[in-house]
């Protein structure tokens, strides 16, 4: 994974001065405060910070559920208004497949309720999507009969088949126990080597985040502020040992932990 | 080495267990691992064989509590109930008597549905509509719809229309009530799924909240036929009298009215097994094939 070499340059979903707030009965909590980003083509851009640092609610903020009280959010240079299939969610719950629909017509019906993709077209996309992630076996089983991964992936076929223009990422892989975590997130990885799309990805595990991303928006709490971001392209499962990792890994520890003084290691870099 | 001597110091209390690997074990002793059950273990297995056996024990302790009494004005055996019944169902009358019945109780039935299908909408998509369904259902859902009968009376006369008017009444707010409380519970990321690909309005509520709320809309559906049900036998004991063709209210309010207690047993028996049937036919169906095949419901 040798790569600036496949980051196009263009820019095609940006965030300039992105304050959010949110209403809840008795107060009004301010989830991020001016968030600068930038996220070019076949990125996969991680948000990272610890809760309560309104990374979900950044990622909500992109998808259009929720309207930036200051600053905009634009993709292919136009304003976000609402929800759009241009920007498919992978939420972090296992019940976001329709338990009504079989895990192939769960993969259909967004590519048919949106018009982008119709008859045969639809199934064939459906069923390669279902193949990529392993599931053509299961394709005429109803979700309840399904693992939380297998759950997941089903989600993640779903949101791949319609080819949106990013793919957002509520920490798809959270609910899911160790394993299953790591495997998922291989074949993340994998599949982003065949199709290179741009995924937007929230967590908050800084190792997973390492892994996973290639470049890193880590946000500081309470609100969310940008702390910093780091290009993490050169790092997978196969160098966790390397001094490196361990090295950006604690630096980015510490940039959410130390609070008050910038680390000095920051400002040489 | 040292170290583990150590350990086995420290710990001189613990029992020592060496590692092991071992081939697994001779299971042929079982037999094969994945065996059919007998037809003994089936058949209680069956849902609807126990609630056959169960029936089976009613009808006979009915019988048996019968010829022990010995008092067939009172309260007919099994038997004679069940001969009134062939008797009117091949005489052909008991049949019209039912099919008046259906008649206005499908009418009535619809009626209602849409209706509350209209309220529920209106419900769902503006909140003044919300406020307008949970206040009138508040206000109309504990009023019986019997009492409605001496207004229904006024406006509509005797027949058909004022039962109909009895049976939307009795319908509506059962079916939206639940409908919305399903609609209410839907999970939010199922809400946020739909948003996603741009849904909205109708397609929104048709494609998304319907069938998440599925379960909920079933079990208003089945609630409204038996309240349905219920009103029109009760309506029909009080006024069947003057529509040509009463229905089986009317069936079991004439025989009181000739003493032949075993036809008004018939005529509640047809009441129960057409409620049986609905249930078991139509709904058990619409279940199978929904709420429990999608794991919605066990």
Known sequence: MNGTAWRGDDVILSGSGVTLQYKTPNHLVTATYKVDFEVCQSDRYVILGPSGCGKSTLLKAIGGFLAPVEGEIRIHNQRVKGPGPDRMMVFQEFEQLMPWKTVLNNVLFPMIATGKFRGRQAEERAHAALDKVNLTRFSNVYPHMLSGGMKMRVAIARAMALEPDVLLMDEPFAALDALTRRKMQEELLSLWEQLRFTVLFVTHSIEEAIIVGSRILVLSPHPGRVRAELGCECFHYGNVENPEFGGLSKRIHNLLFETGQMPAEEAHS | ?298
């Open chain 2, 1 to 298: 080495m040292s170290t583990a001597l150590l350990h086995q110091e420290t710990l001189s209390a613990a029992r020592i267990r060496p590692d092991f690997e071992r081939q697994p074990i001779d299971a042929s002793a079982v037999g094969d691992v994945e065996r059919r059950l007998g037809l003994g273990e089936r058949l209680l297995g069956n849902e609807g064989f126990r609630r056959t056996l169960l029936l089976l024990a009613l009808a006979l302790l009915w019988e048996v509590y019968a010829r022990l009494l010995g008092n067939p004005l009172l309260f007919p055996s099994f038997t004679e109930t069940v001969q009134a019944f062939w008797t009117d169902l091949w005489s052909g009358l008991l049949v019209t008597r039912v099919l008046a019945s259906l008649k206005s109780l499908v009418l009535g039935y619809a009626i209602g549905l849409a209706l509350a299908t209209a309220l529920t909408a209106l419900a769902v998509s503006v909140r003044i509509g919300s406020d307008l369904l949970s206040t009138l259902t508040a206000m109309f859902n504990p009023l019986p719809a019997i009492a409605l009968l001496p207004l229904a009376l006024i406006w509509f006369g005797l027949g058909t229309p004022s039962l109909v008017f009895v049976i939307v009444h009795s319908v509506l707010w059962a079916v939206a009530l639940n409908t919305l409380t399903g609609f209410r519970g839907v999970p939010e990321t199922l809400r946020m799924t739909g948003h996603n690909l741009g849904l909205k309005g109708p397609r929104y509520v048709a494609l998304i909240l319907t069938p998440a709320a599925f379960p909920a809309i079933l079990a208003g559906l089945k609630i409204g036929w038996a309240f349905a049900w219920r009103t029109l036998i009760a309506a029909e004991l009080v006024f069947g009298v003057s529509s040509r063709s009463g229905g089986l209210g009317w069936y079991i309010f004439e025989a009181r009215a000739q003493l032949e207690t075993s036809r008004v047993f018939a005529g509640l028996l047809a009441v129960i097994l057409i409620g049986l049937l609905v249930e078991s036919l139509i709904f058990r169906v619409i279940e199978a094939r929904t709420v429990q095949r999608w794991g919605m419901q066990r």
